[in-house]
């Protein structure tokens, strides 16, 4: 969801050299294009507080539909996918990390807007009426940082979303959870987790009093590495919930429901390299279940998404990020499932699937990210990149073209995806237009409509 989506300090310099050695940067703070954008936090930047802007809408080009799919060819199922127009805060770069419906005609997309020093940075929620896209006003509780990672509905007066707030200098940010009652949007008081860290990712809800919501916390007890965190809604407040701790590091970025007893988790842990992370609850505790690897490094989980329990979904990125990762829970065990990495681009060599929409067994759709990734001059990593589209047809994952996206066509990544029917997937993200100069970010949300 990014971008930033999308472990502080240590993590992003772990993950620096990385890239200096040929493999995945994991920033959430450089532009859209990391294969791997939600899995660790950037440093601080020294935060100024600043005026909240007054959100408008800039001309958006015309959506341009994609050929329409045969059955059988491409990705099996007929229709086509087209870029909406979508709003931005004037003056701002503008984020979407995740997007959740309610019917086809009332979704909700949830980000962030900043500045270009990401010095003061505020949540960005917006609304789609069955007609356009509107910015709705949110919260931001911290006076310099606050944004949202993850959104869930559970009617048109009952919607959640998580993310984190403050956290300009120093280890003293923590979560955010905003809640939706029909009218405004409020804050709700997270579980204070002092000394420490907390920020949310996810949020998954299953009942108006059974709410999930996971992302990552740290404190001196872990030596300031994080370690996965779950929260817990009863109708009444939120409460944190015991998980174990694995590895020097681990967080967990996605979460769905299957029922009350049935609930996965899913995200990364650095065990010698890092490694795939999947959590179950029963009911009773949370437990982590055996997942497998591709390669021998560099795995992340950023999405879960359940269609039964003998059939639920996970993607993210392998081998540092230059390979998509799919697998799939059978109701016994965890097996990859092959996932095509990005061929719409010349020289793509960084490739990862952010989110998950799933519309049936056999229709099933993910989004993320493919770039092209090199080194400078100076020695500083490159990145273009591109929005990654990819089907299951209920026998293999293949790559749908995406639209072409607007201003250079360059930077753009789809970092959330969601079902609003039958015929209709919805993903949201951002892309880079240079025309605008400093606070280029402009929101990116495309629909995929099935032919009659």
């Known amino acids: ?23 995945l940067a994991f920033s959430p703070e450089v532009p859209l294009v990391e294969a791997a954008p ?6 601080k930047a020294t935060a100024t507080a600043q005026a909240n802007p007054t959100p408008t809408a800039p001309a958006n080009p015309t959506p341009t539909p994609l050929p329409t799919a045969t059955p059988g060819g491409g990705s099996g199922y ?87 707030q403050g956290g300009s200098t120093g280890p003293n940010w923590s979560s955010l959870i905003l809640h939706w009652d029909g009218s405004t949007w409020s804050t709700v008081a997270a579980p204070t987790l002092s000394p420490g860290t907390s920020e949310l990712r996810d949020v998954a ?19 300031w590495w994080d370690q996965p965190l779950v929260l817990h809604w009863n109708g009444i407040s939120w409460s944190s919930v015991p998980v174990p701790s694995f590895g020097t590091t681990a967080e967990l970025n996605g979460i769905t429901a299957v029922a009350p007893n049935d609930i996965w ?3 990364t842990t650095l065990e010698s390299n890092w490694k795939t992370l999947i959590l179950h609850w029963d009911g009773a505790a949370w437990t982590r279940i055996s997942s497998p690897n591709l390669g021998s490094f560099g795995n992340y989980l950023y999405d879960v998404e359940a269609i039964s329990a003998t059939d639920v979904w996970a993607v993210g990125s392998a081998n ?10 059978n109701g016994s065990s965890w097996s990859i499932v092959p996932s095509p990495n990005g061929t719409a681009r010349a020289g793509i060599n960084r490739n990862g699937l952010n989110s998950l929409a799933a519309v049936s067994a056999n229709n099933i759709w993910a989004v993320g990210v493919q770039a092209y990734s090199t080194i400078g001059s100076a020695g ?58 400093v606070q280029a970010h402009r929101t990116l949300i495309e629909q995929y409509t099935s032919n009659p």
């Open 1 to 23: 969801m990014n971008l930033d989506r999308l472990s502080f300090i240590r993590l992003f310099v772990l993950a620096l050299l990385f890239v200096l050695l040929g493999s």
């Open 38 to 43: 939600r899995a660790t936090r950037p440093p």
């Open 78 to 164: 007929p229709g086509s996918w087209s870029i909406v127009s979508s709003p931005n805060v004037n003056g701002r770069s503008n984020l979407l990390n995740a997007i959740t419906a309610v019917s086809t005609q009332d979704l909700w997309a949830v980000g962030e807007h900043r500045t270009a020093n990401v010095s003061n940075v505020q949540t960005l929620t917006m609304h789609w009426n069955g007609a356009s896209w509107t910015i709705v006003p949110s919260p931001n509780p911290d006076p310099n940082r606050n944004r949202l990672a993850g959104v869930a509905a559970l009617s048109a007066s009952d919607v959640w979303a998580v993310g984190e």
């Open 205 to 223: 809800a299953v009942a108006a009093n059974d709410v999930w919501a996971v992302g990552a916390a740290s404190s001196p007890a872990t030596d």
């Open 265 to 267: 988790a899913v995200g």
């Open 320 to 329: 540092n990020g230059s390979s998509t990762l799919a697998m799939r829970w």
């Open 380 to 437: 500083q990593p490159i990145y273009l990149g591109y929005a990654l589209i990819e089907h299951w047809n209920g026998s293999a994952w293949q790559e749908v073209p995406a639209p072409a996206l607007p201003g250079v066509g360059e930077d753009g990544e789809l970092r959330g995806a969601t079902a609003s029917g039958a015929g209709a997937v919805w993903a949201a993200g951002a892309y880079y237009d240079s025309s605008f100069s």
